[in-house]
């Protein structure tokens, strides 16, 4: 009879970027990160042992806790592949999915930008200090961030940008998706950065107070299994 091996594959990271409402010209926004299980199940054959492998996730929490014009937000997630009970090793090759979505469409386009790179960056995003500038019609606030030196590259395929995309104003979601990840069961690590950023547009942006953003990385699914 053939042997075989159960693949557990178990991902989802959400971070959920709530609106507070100010009566300011701005969108203020605070930022929480949570994990919980979801996943599927394959096979593969082995030649000697049964045992199983799986994909596992842990959770990168969001970096800021308010977003003004200008700012950038991200979650990440880490992926590793295991195996338990068998003495051979498997890559396996993976799809991510995702979204950015809000509750209600915005006046003004939300950018996003996953990056995959093969270490922990340190500071992914990192903003300064939010500046207040007076107006005519009152006080308006921005920040301006910049990336992690790992989190590069403006075409997909350059540096470590693997995929971007644009919530356009009017809209509520937009799809996030990468199919070409690969990890194997003995070493290496994946880590994604998807990176929300919320453009200023040197205007009012009052419109878009009291609206929700939300990212997530919904689904990681196994596309291929290979015994090395």
Known sequence: MEKKNTILLTVIAVATLLVAVVGATF?????????????????????????????????????????????????????????????????????????VSVT??????????????????????SCQPVTETATATGTQYSQSCTLGKSLTGDSVGDGSLVAKGTLTAGETSSSVSYADGSVDTDGGSDYYYLVVEYPNKQESQNADQGKDIKMTINKVAITNTTQK
Do not use: C, R
């Open 27 to 99: 969108a203020y926004f605070t930022a929480t990160s949570s994990v919980t299980g979801d996943g599927n199940e394959g096979t593969v054959n082995t030649a000697t042992n049964i045992g199983s492998v799986a994909i596992n996730q842990t959770d990168i929490a969001a970096s800021n806790n308010t977003i003004y014009p200008g700012t950038m937000n991200y979650v990440g997630t880490i992926i590793q592949a295991t195996k338990t009970d068998t003495t051979e090793n498997f890559t396996l090759d993976y799809s991510l999915t995702g979204t």
């Open 104 to 125: 209600a469409a915005f006046a003004h386009d939300i950018t996003w930008k996953l990056y995959k790179v093969a270490a922990s960056e340190t500071s992914p995003v």
